[in-house]
């Protein structure tokens, strides 16, 4: 399957007009439409926008149509915004592009509300709506009732999943707030789940989880009880530290990644067999920080075939970096593909947006992917066509 695709959301292709929209990304040398299948929040602006330029969709619904008994106790929450529409329906009916289906699989506060026995909790038993749990037998069934869903009612190509894992602890939640400087030894001390289901789990594996856990909340709640605050160095080396030195932690996260690699197994056995399954396995920059979230991308691409990395960087340079760093963890394994963002506060300039997809070509990577057609300018989905030899 070739994939050249362009990222969109269906309450854009509702407003556009399926036919017009198409008619737009095959003139800029696209194949693929790869759809929100699932999605969280936002707040976003629409430089081409008709009916308004401001959009908030409602948070953590889906845009197809859903068979319940394919759901556990956690089911889907149908979006009611675009009316009774099926955008996905008449996308896979138009027939002339191929449809790939992206799903946010665990980053949910509409479902975290609902089903708190299920989120992630830090070390003082703090719910994060935002995050379903991969440990949590009915996270794990939602996400695999998702996939499997929309790959047997749609005859989409395939799904790229986002969010499979541990989302970390800063991840933009509606008026996120701090008055102290954070860093990255105490977030990523609280975004560490110790769940009953993690704990549990863990223990099963040899870990003495409660004892870690009893561990980070001391010393999370001793840095906040002084009047200290690490430089970011500092911060990072002191993290660097306790993982080398803290046997418990490092294999705490190894099974984190044991986690996410078992579920995204699982969903590739349940989906049609013919469907492509691609993960996005990171929510950071650069992607090598994939393995706090319990993305380990060696086994990622061995278990489902393809990586989908977000190359979100502000120059080529740093794009060909990362790129060197994901093949080698990757070890030629699977397939790797690349979302860009041609435009700030990425790819600001054609010039580099261009000299980042020859240095990814150069590099072996011929599948890629643009985010996203409502957020960007013309002008910049311009840039894509002459990236892709047409001309919008």
């Given at each position: 399957m070739s994939y050249k695709a362009i990222y969109t959301y269906a309450w854009d292709l509702a407003e556009a007009g399926i036919d017009r929209a198409i008619d737009e990304f095959r003139g800029l040398g696209l194949d693929t439409v790869t759809i929100a299948g699932s999605y969280h929040a936002g707040k976003f602006l629409r430089p081409h926008g008709k009916t308004g330029k401001v959009y908030f969709p409602e948070d953590g619904t889906i845009y197809f149509n859903a068979d319940p008994t394919r759901y556990g106790a956690i089911k889907p929450v149908a979006n009611t915004a675009l009316g009774h529409g099926d955008?996905?329906?008449?996308?896979?009916?138009?027939?002339s592009m191929q449809v790939n289906?992206?799903?946010?699989?665990?980053?949910?506060?509409?479902?975290?509300?609902?089903?708190?026995?299920?989120?992630?909790?830090?070390?003082?038993g703090d719910p994060y709506y935002y995050n379903l749990c991969p440990?949590?037998?009915?996270?794990?069934?939602?996400?695999?009732?998702l996939a499997k869903d929309v790959t047997e009612s749609y005859p989409v190509a395939g799904i790229s999943m986002e969010a499979p894992g541990f989302t970390p602890y800063a991840h933009g939640y509606h008026h996120e707030f701090a008055l102290l400087r954070t860093n990255a030894w105490l977030e990523n001390l609280?975004?560490?789940?110790?769940?009953?289901?993690?704990?549990a789990g863990a223990a099963r594996a040899?870990?003495?989880?409660?004892?870690?856990?009893?561990?980070?909340?001391?010393?999370?709640?001793?840095?906040?009880?002084?009047?200290?605050d690490f430089p970011p160095d500092m911060a990072e080396a002191f993290w660097r530290a306790d993982i080398t030195a803290n046997g418990d932690l490092r294999r705490y996260l190894d099974f984190r990644n044991d986690v996410v690699t078992t579920l995204v197994a699982e969903i590739r056995a349940a989906v049609r067999s013919d469907a492509i399954v691609a993960v996005i396995p990171s929510v950071a920059r650069p992607t090598a920080g994939a393995w706090y979230e319990g993305s380990d991308l060696k086994a990622l691409a061995d278990t489902c075939?393809?990586?989908?990395?977000?190359f979100y960087e502000?120059?080529?340079?740093?794009?060909?970096?990362?790129?060197?760093?994901?093949?080698?963890?990757?070890?030629?394994?699977?397939?790797?593909?690349?979302?860009?963002?041609?435009?700030?506060?990425?790819?600001?300039?054609?010039?580099?947006?261009?000299?980042s997809i020859a240095?990814?070509?150069?590099?072996?990577?011929?599948?890629?992917?643009?985010?996203?057609?409502?957020?960007?300018?013309?002008?910049?989905?311009?840039?894509?066509?002459?990236?892709?030899?047409?001309?919008a």
């Open positions: 955008v996905l329906r008449e996308l896979t009916e138009a027939g289906v992206w799903l946010v699989l665990l980053h949910n506060t509409h479902l975290g509300m609902a089903h708190p026995e299920a989120v992630v909790r830090n070390a003082f440990s949590a037998p009915a996270a794990r069934a939602y996400a695999t009732g609280l975004g560490l789940c110790f769940c009953d289901h993690c704990v040899g870990i003495d989880a409660a004892r870690l856990k009893a561990q980070v909340a001391t010393d999370i709640a001793s840095y906040l009880d002084s009047d200290l075939g393809i990586v989908e990395a977000c502000p120059s080529a340079e740093r794009v060909a970096a990362d790129l060197f760093d994901i093949q080698r963890r990757l070890r030629g394994s699977g397939r790797l593909r690349a979302i860009l963002r041609p435009s700030f506060p990425d790819l600001a300039t054609k010039g580099e947006f261009l000299d240095r990814l070509r150069a590099g072996g990577i011929d599948e890629f992917a643009f985010y996203n057609w409502g957020h960007l300018r013309r002008s910049n989905l311009a840039w894509i066509g002459e990236a892709l030899g047409a001309r």
